[in-house]
């Protein structure tokens, strides 16, 4: 991730956010720290995401947002953390046991 002062221009694995993401609420998300902060227009926005899907990797260029804009200015904690921008979600795939066919589910049971 590459954030810089300039003029709002935001791409992600070299398209638009509106191409990538194809929806306003995941470009909302995205989009949070900077509209919290008030700086919309002010940093430019340069992300390479991979893995996972859409939604995740949403979520996760809001966290990087997040944490880059601390890297600039520490004032902005404060703001960020009252509204959770600061907060990594810790949800992983559970893995999966021996005598399963995945995680919790078990293999097809035959009477007879």
Not at 5 to 20: A, D, L, M, Q, S
Not at 28 to 40: C, S
Not at 49 to 71: E, Y
Request: hydrophobic share 35%.
């Amino acid at each position: 991730m590459i954030l810089k002062p300039g003029t709002g221009k935001r791409t992600i694995n070299n398209r638009t956010f509106k191409e990538y993401f194809c929806n306003e609420i995941r470009e909302m998300i995205v989009e949070q720290p900077l509209t919290v902060l008030g700086a919309n227009k002010q940093w430019d926005v340069i992300v390479s995401a991979d893995g996972g899907g859409v939604n995740g990797q949403a979520g996760a260029v809001r966290l990087g947002i997040a944490r880059a804009l601390l890297t600039f200015q520490e004032d902005y904690r404060p703001m960020l953390r009252e509204h959770g921008l600061l907060t990594r979600d810790a949800r992983a795939v559970e893995r999966k046991k021996y005598g399963k066919a995945g995680a919790r589910r078990s293999f097809q049971f035959s009477k007879r």
